[in-house]
């Protein structure tokens, strides 16, 4: 079991920068992937970035230029500095981790999540 607690979001006018942060406890060491999703009022859950145990991150196409993932193993924590936000970021943001399972991606574990508001 992992658990998963997020924490830094708020609200923050349109240009402005956010830093979302989860740290990971419980069976931490065999997380593969930690990543963050959103989740805006009448929309479907869409991932944001994802990073691996070695390092490889992605993004979804509407962040990519704009938004940084990064990891830190040891303390098993993820962070999501979020920068140039507009108010079509806002949503829950839920911080999400992948098992690896004898080698394949196995269960996955959800965070609370935490609001983020961006004002015009």
């Known amino acids: 079991q992992v658990q998963l607690v997020e924490s830094g979001g708020g609200l923050v006018r349109s240009g402005g920068s956010l830093r979302l942060s989860c740290a990971a406890s419980?069976?931490?060491?065999?997380?593969?992937?930690l990543n963050w999703y959103r989740q805006a009022p009448g929309k479907e859950r869409e991932l944001v970035a994802g990073?691996?145990?070695?390092?490889?991150?992605s993004y979804g196409d509407s962040v990519k230029d704009r938004f940084s993932i990064s990891r830190d193993n040891a303390k098993n924590t993820v962070t999501l500095q979020m920068n140039r936000l507009t108010p079509d970021d806002t949503a829950v943001y839920y911080c999400?981790?992948?098992?690896?399972?004898?080698?394949?991606?196995?269960?996955?574990?959800w965070g609370q999540g935490t609001q983020v508001t961006v004002s015009s």
């Open positions: 419980g069976s931490s060491s065999s997380i593969y992937s």
């Open positions: 990073v691996t145990k070695s390092g490889t991150t």
């Open positions: 999400n981790a992948v098992e690896l399972v004898v080698g394949f991606p196995g269960p996955e574990y």
